[in-house]
């Protein structure tokens, strides 16, 4: 066990975890609900300071960041645990075992460790991705103070539900981050995510202001949060409140987990969701987990050809200074660390 930030001691030997908006009370022995920090003895440990439970190296495009140093590889990396129980999760054999108090897997690791293999793989950014990276705060704090010491840029991919405080202490350290906006409805995060709403549109607002170059993903689950009206305010809010330049991905829906009882998002409902995003005046709509789909490169918002060319997760053909080639108008971005 290690040591962990940001949380403060009650009455006898209770304590309140700080790092995400549930900010659990955590009686002595017990653990907080995202099963990976534990009281012991009135003190906080995190259980996944030293354990990855995955690691590989990444198209950046994959996580997914498309206006972020585009053609990159990014060093990935994640714990088990996670602070929300979304019956749909992708990744929910990292995620849930920890919820479920089933046993904490992964390999041996140090920050140290882990910046040096980004270096030697060559990679422009380390990405804390995976399960969820607020969960493994202290490990993540400590590897991106030393990633940026290197030179490397810090991207996470969240579900948006950290805390205040936890923003304060990230805020120097992250480049940019990719955030799921999982539905636009209080009834969908409560019943579905086991979180609130209200606390990840206030931290996307916040991200903005704070300079990182920000993404918004949003898994279309067939009817669940798929109506015209959600669609259409959840675009309303990214363009207005994080701005049209703020590049949307919406994501097809698979079944897995505990949600077996829908079938993959129609095809003609991403397509109405892209447009729905663009009639809002989002400059950058993307359609992803679909082969082949017309809305997976960038196209200029000047001229309207492709910028940059992408199929799947490589790019292609296209602007490598965030250029359009056609008409030369800049692409929103960050094309260089």
């Known amino acids: 066990m290690h040591p962990a930030r940001l949380w403060k001691p009650l009455k006898d030997t209770s304590l309140q975890c700080r790092l995400c908006s549930h900010f659990c009370v955590i009686g002595a022995g017990e653990r907080g609900r995202c099963g990976v920090r534990v009281n012991q003895g009135g003190e906080l440990f995190t259980l996944v300071y030293d354990r990855a439970a995955a690691i590989n190296i990444d198209p950046v495009e994959k996580k997914p960041l498309y206006h972020f140093l585009p053609g990159s590889r990014t060093f990935s990396f994640g714990t088990m645990g996670c602070n929300l129980g979304c019956s749909f999760c992708q990744n929910y054999s990292l995620s849930q075992p920890p919820r479920l108090g089933q046993p904490i897997e992964g390999h041996d690791v140090t920050p140290e460790a882990l910046v040096r293999a980004a270096v030697e793989a060559k990679c422009a950014s380390i990405s804390y991705t995976y399960s969820e990276p607020t969960i493994f705060f202290e490990l993540m704090q ?25 923003l304060d202490e990230l805020a120097p350290l992250v480049d940019a981050a990719n955030i799921d906006l999982k539905g636009f409805t209080p009834k969908f995060y409560e019943e579905i995510c086991q979180a609130r709403l209200d606390p ?5 607002v916040r991200m903005c202001g704070l300079g990182w170059w920000l993404e918004v993903t949003t898994l279309i689950i067939p009817g669940l949060n798929d109506s015209p009206q959600e669609l259409a305010a959840m675009a309303a809010f990214i363009a207005v409140e994080l701005g049209p330049d703020t590049p949307w991905h919406l994501s097809r829906f698979h079944p897995d987990f505990n949600m077996q009882d829908r079938p993959p998002t129609p095809v003609a409902t991403l397509e109405a969701a892209w447009e729905t995003g663009k009639k809002a005046g989002l400059r950058h709509v993307y359609v992803g987990n679909l082969p082949g789909t017309p809305h997976n490169s960038t196209h200029c918002p000047e001229c309207g050809k492709p910028a940059i060319v992408r199929e799947g997760f490589t790019v292609t053909g296209g602007s490598k200074d965030g250029k ?3 008409c030369g108008k800049r692409i929103v971005g960050r094309f260089s660390v």
């Open 142 to 166: 400590d590897t991106a103070r030393l990633a940026k010491d290197r030179g490397l840029a810090n991207i996470i991919v969240s579900n948006g539900f950290m805390s205040p405080e936890c």
């Open 324 to 326: 359009c080639p056609s």
């Open 200 to 204: 990840v549109k206030k931290n996307l």
